[in-house]
């Protein structure tokens, strides 16, 4: 087995390709439900990765939900390709509990609309994994180490590849960071949405805030001072970090409070939570910190 009996150790080959053995969480779990979308928004790192594999990626799996019009259950796929229209194949990497249709070591090909999660072993590290992190967090803190232990994975914060647009708030907040390493003014400017952090800016100072023309004036003074911030203090530097969206709140279906985890070189970390705002075209960020 290579790599993986030195990474895993003596764990069985069924463990291996089942790192969520036995462990189950309900699907409208919150935690579950945003391990999902945030597996199929960055599908596309997968995909590309499996294709022209990095020599420090030594591991390739993808969970896909399966129903047999009886059950649902989602499991692992070991050794997946994908064909040119995209279908998925893999072989059925741990023992159903639940559906009848499929059976372990059974190659399979399904719809990449099923896909639920998926998971790169990167030099060790876990990429991806969603899931498997949902259910860590879950369980207290003092616990988690012998979870990783359990399952066999180093777990860290890892690094999350959502496309770098406006189509997600993650994705937003990279845009604006891309425009802070290319030092670009105008192109920050565009990624923030200054009426909408001004219309919370007051909110949180009065519940009640009189008229437009305020929110238009506070909505001013932000861009301004965003811009003199930039020309007095420089820009933020984000090149050369490693960076994590591990939670995300809805406050409205148009607000969202994201967090973000930005690890630098020498292992350092910080922690910092963005509001973000959907409009007619897409989200931008309003960098509100609680």
């Known amino acids: 087995m290579g790599f993986l009996s030195k990474f895993f150790g003596k764990r069985s080959k069924a463990d291996l390709e089942n790192p ?7 699907e409208d779990d919150e935690r ?4 999902i979308e945030k597996a199929i928004a ?14 420090v990626q030594q591991y390739f799996s993808v969970k896909v939900l399966i129903d047999d019009g009886v059950h649902r259950e989602h499991l692992w796929l070991t050794s997946p390709s994908f064909d040119d229209e995209g279908n998925l194949y893999g072989i059925v990497g741990n023992k159903p509990v639940y559906v009848n249709s499929v059976t372990m070591n059974q190659k399979i090909g399904i719809d990449p609309c099923f896909i639920s999660d998926w998971m790169i072993i990167e030099d060790g590290r876990l990429i991806g994994g969603y899931t498997i992190r949902a259910v860590r967090e879950g369980k207290p803190v003092h616990e988690r180490a012998e979870f990783d ?12 590849y959502f496309v770098h647009d406006f189509s997600t708030p993650e994705g937003a907040i990279l845009c604006l960071e891309d425009a802070y ?11 923030k949405n200054f009426i909408e952090e001004a219309r919370l800016l007051l909110m949180k100072m009065n519940d009640i805030y009189n008229g437009n023309d305020i929110l238009l004036t506070t909505a001013d003074i932000l861009r301004t001072s965003f811009i003199r911030s930039l020309e007095k203090d420089g820009f933020p530097v984000f090149s050369d970090l490693r960076r994590a969206f591990p939670y995300r709140k809805k406050i409205t279906d148009r607000l969202y409070l994201i967090t973000e985890v930005c690890i630098f070189p020498d292992g350092g970390k910080s ?17 509100v910190i609680e």
């Open 32 to 35: 579950m439900s945003w391990a």
């Open 42 to 55: 960055t599908l596309h790192y997968f995909q590309n990765s499996l294709l022209e594999p990095e020599p």
């Open 149 to 160: 232990r359990q399952v066999g994975l180093y777990i860290d914060e890892g690094i999350d």
């Open 271 to 287: 922690t910092q939570q963005i509001y973000t705002f959907k409009g007619e075209d897409g989200w931008r960020v309003l960098n």
């Open 181 to 191: 390493d290319e030092h670009n003014i105008e192109k920050a400017i565009a990624c």
């Open 20 to 26: 969520m053995q036995g462990l189950h969480i309900a």
